[in-house]
């Protein structure tokens, strides 16, 4: 930590390092008074992204808030950019040309870690809490690299401000040891870590204190069921504002599948799949020397959206359902839908929903049928009207409702939390906006032993 005070109104970078996107907003600390809604601790001074990072060319926006109403983000489509690092310098390249903030006012240098093993507070970077990032990186192997590959680059490029890790675990500690554990040798398990983390758990965090707000109850009385529907996806089963289950395992590959992951298979599949699966591959699209096999290979990299339909994008795969809907129905009676028919749109879609279904019931018996609200977020659950349309309207049963109207104008609501469903009393229908980056950045920015 470098040893200067930092100035309580200091900037706030945060950085989202996805296992397809990096995510980047900057912030000033300010009073408690912000301006924007939901903020708190911070103003909001720009955001930027870069998509498409693992199938180029990736696409690059930036923002300024003050420009928000009147200018339409910056856009465009990078052809070089093929890893995180990357991505990160283009972004601090155009900090420099089209801002006039200054980089040495950046005080702080939030990362969102998928794995934080048993790490559990937000902790400094320095040489152990690196090395033990590092360590965790074959049980994240899309994300722990490619976040540690951006923060040497910020420790390189922003020497006067501190690093700090924020975990997506941290949020599932609660999670009761019998939902955690799994039915192997205990010595075995506790030895080398082997148990539920879950992941997703900044934007968990987040999204609780959003439909906390929006429903004007204390956080700690919630029952929710949220879905965060990415490039990874998971959902969480919240009971009295704490995490009690989550779709997501020991590494973010188990659960529902996503965009190049295989989510939830029977863990023998992979041995008559390939049998090189223990054999060590080196991908050339990792952004540091992560160590993977080829097992972990076929079920982060090669499977999911991709294996099934030839892309990784969830819009497109909804865009090309509707297209060639003669063929609904061509899934049934059939053995293997090939990836050159058409069908290939619909069954991917079906299967999508199909285990988003089977955890949202899951979760309302564990619940105990007390549910505040089915929440959806992530790229796919607040952009995919189709998406939520076809998981409440298979969750009809559990009393939940959508408001078709409401549902297709979710896009054009403001707000971070919006609502598509008909109930007002309980069992709501959600829309939230997460945001990963304002998390970090808001807890950054009241945790006082980090401005003193
Ligand atoms: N209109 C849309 N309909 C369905 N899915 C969409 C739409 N727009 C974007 N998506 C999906 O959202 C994904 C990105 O989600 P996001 O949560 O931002 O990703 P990440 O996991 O990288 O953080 C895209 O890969 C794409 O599959
Ligand atoms: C944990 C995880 O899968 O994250 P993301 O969706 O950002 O890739
Ligand atoms: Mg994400």
Known sequence: MPEHRAPKDGLILAINAGSSSLKISLYRRTDGHATSPGHGAVE??????????????ASFTFQLASHKEGREAKKESVDGIKDHAAAFSYFLDHLKNESRIDRESIVHVCHRVV????????????????????????????????????????????????SIAYFDTTFHRSIPLHIASYAINPEVAHKRGLKKYGFHGLSYAYIL?????????DT?????????LGSGASLCAIRNGQSLDTSMGLTPVSGLPGATRSGLVD???IFHYTNRAGRITHDPHQAVDVRVTQAEQILNLESGWKALTGTSDFGEVVKNMQEHLQHQGATQGRD???????????????????????????????????VDALVFSGGIGEKSVELREAVVRNAECLGFQLDEAANAKVGEQEGVAVNAGKRADTSRVLVCRTDEQLEMAKECALEEKFWQ
Do not use: C
């Open 44 to 57: 909001l001074l720009l955001t930027s992204s870069i998509t498409n990072i693992s199938s180029p060319p």
């Open 115 to 162: 794995h934080g093993g048993d790490y559990y507070e937000p902790v400094i970077i320095d040489s152990e809490s690196y090395h033990h990032i590092e360590n965790l990186s074959d049980l994240a192997p899309l994300h722990n690299g490619a976040a540690l590959s951006v923060m040497k680059s910020a420790i390189e490029s922003l020497p006067k401000a501190s």
């Open 209 to 217: 204190g959003a439909v906390g707000h929006y429903l004007q109850k």
């Open 220 to 228: 700690s009385s919630l029952n929710l069921i949220i879905m965060h």
């Open 267 to 269: 863990p023998s599949l």
């Open 336 to 370: 293997v839908v090939d990836w050159q028919s058409e069908a290939k749109w619909k069954l991917a879609f079906d299967l999508f929903v199909d285990r988003i279904v089977g955890f949202v019931g899951s979760y309302y018996v564990r619940l105990g049928g007390k």
